[in-house]
């Protein structure tokens, strides 16, 4: 319930000014295929550099996913015919780490690795002195190994998709 919290409420809060796209915004895997090589790039590309970079199967199908994304009000044409990103957007259950949306689940994953360096930074001084230490400390070590390998194991899982799948 927390952690819903954290990730549903909090932004949406704190990022107010960060649009997002929905499931039902009309873009398949390749227009946001299309959508995250524009971004990465950071600069103005034309059909046939969005085709290799996005790998694409032809310079017409970059083009078709290009007035997708300006239909959508997301990406704007230069006056050399080229096109750029006008506004970065987030997908509900991701989050932009510079250039990079990862889904938030990879950030759960890394935020109970730092509680088990953090944890286990306490335990090594109590073993090494030999100082008692409680099981409700095992319980929280172990919980949090287990956590953060679902989450990892999860995000290892999803980078191995196929990319039609996304």
Known sequence: MVLAW???????????????????DGLNASTFRTYM???????????RDVMRGADLSSPSVAY????????LGLVVKDEYNNYVVKEKVSKKGYVWVGKTLLPSFVLIGFVFVGMLIAEIGILVPHLIVGAPI????????????????????EAIRFRMKPRNQQ
């Not at 090589?37 to 059909?47: H, I, R, S, T, W």
């Not at 078709?64 to 239909?71: G, I, S, V």
């Not at 099981?135 to 679902?150: G, K, Y």
């Open 134 to 153: 409680q099981e409700a400390f095992w319980f929280w070590i172990i919980t949090t190994i287990v956590a953060a390998m679902l989450f990892l194991v």
């Open 37 to 47: 090589y524009l971004v990465k790039v950071g600069k103005a590309v034309g059909p």
């Open 6 to 24: 954290v990730f549903k409420i909090v932004p949406a809060k704190l990022f107010k000014g960060v649009a997002s796209l929905e499931s039902n």
């Open 64 to 71: 078709r996913n290009l007035q997708k994304l300006m239909d």
